[in-house]
């Protein structure tokens, strides 16, 4: 499984959580065009953009950005105001990739963008990636009561029945 996070998810519980830091920033609500710079111009989420692309009216986030590390750093943003930003960081948390990606304010058509688009749907192919997942991650069973290592007695509820998706 991976996840993607956009804009302003940051801030949100998990990937706070999983980055393990407050992921706080600066940040500037200006309308300001943003000039995005391709760091890792061989990741598979840089795949067919050009060195950079533009957005004419984006939401500013500078650094310091108080996350880990990140395995690369894919996108970096230059703003109209002089700052920079670390906009598209890749991470591994246990078998899944986690992408964040900075651009994306509500206010502004960013989404419409067709190079956007074309980060997004490389980093959809890019997170769902499996290669390097353990293969017992992949499968994960459900070991019926009859099967367990040592006897036991069900007990309790159960959130699954035989024939539900996850029951197995």
């Known amino acids: 499984m991976g996840l993607i996070v956009l804009h302003s998810g940051h801030f949100s519980k998990i990937f706070k959580r999983l980055m393990g830091t407050p992921c706080t920033l600066k940040w500037r609500e200006a309308g300001e065009r943003e000039r995005l710079w391709v760091t890792s111009p061989s990741h598979p989420i840089a795949e067919g953009i050009g060195e950079f692309f533009e957005i004419e009216y984006e939401e500013m ?9 990140p395995l690369e750093t894919v996108f970096i943003s230059w703003f109209q105001g002089g700052e920079v930003f670390r906009s598209g960081l890749t991470y591994r948390r246990g078998a899944g990739n986690v992408f964040y990606f900075r651009p994306g304010h509500e206010t502004y058509p960013t989404y419409h ?9 490389n980093a959809v192919k890019w997170a769902h990636n499996l290669q390097g997942a353990k293969p017992s991650i ?31």
Do not use: C, M, W
């Open 61 to 69: 986030y500078g650094e310091q950005f108080a996350v880990p590390e």
């Open 113 to 121: 963008d067709a190079t956007v688009q074309k980060v997004l749907r």
């Open 138 to 168: 992949l499968s994960a069973p459900n070991v019926p009561v009859e099967k367990a290592l040592e006897p036991i007695v069900e007990r309790g509820g159960k959130l699954h029945a035989p024939g539900e998706a996850g029951f197995r």
